[in-house]
């Protein structure tokens, strides 16, 4: 059976399915990495962004001298990274480290974008399939008791 997630308005596919009985299902899951894991990512992403900017011809604009990092003032053009990711390095920082749980979503793209791999499709399953075990949902019950 293939399901078809619902598109929101800016045409980006949603968590979110409405059943044949008019019921909609939605699936947020949240991944919490350590600090570690998140000064990863983050060094990951800047890296990346790092690199598609002196391949797009644009200087590498901080400059390191005496232990004091000084960058100019002028505002890039955004990368492919920071274009597929919808945000710049300053504003993933503040998403990652200013919340209590990270939407899949930007967990998945980081991973797509930097290499890194923090969680699976696998992991996800299960995790999900053990919280419907925990509420003893199963096919046969359908939901009453």
Request: proline share 4%.
């Amino acid at each position: 059976m293939t399901i078809e997630l619902l598109t929101n308005r800016y045409n980006q596919t949603t968590c979110s399915h409405i059943q044949a009985n008019g019921c909609s299902v939605s699936t947020p899951v949240y991944v919490t990495p350590t600090t570690d894991q998140v000064k990863q990512l983050l060094n990951a992403f800047r890296e990346v962004v790092r690199q598609q900017r002196l391949e797009m011809g644009q200087p590498d604009t901080s400059n390191q001298t005496f232990g004091v990092m000084a960058t100019t003032t002028t505002k890039p053009e955004m990368t492919p990274a920071e274009t597929k990711l919808g945000m710049t390095e300053e504003s993933l920082r503040y998403a990652l480290f200013q919340r209590k749980g990270t939407p899949e979503r930007l967990i998945i793209q980081l991973q797509q974008i930097t290499g890194l791999q923090l969680i699976t499709r696998q992991a996800i399953v299960e995790n999900l399939n053990a919280w419907l075990d925990a509420l003893e949902m199963t096919d046969e019950n359908k939901g009453a008791k």
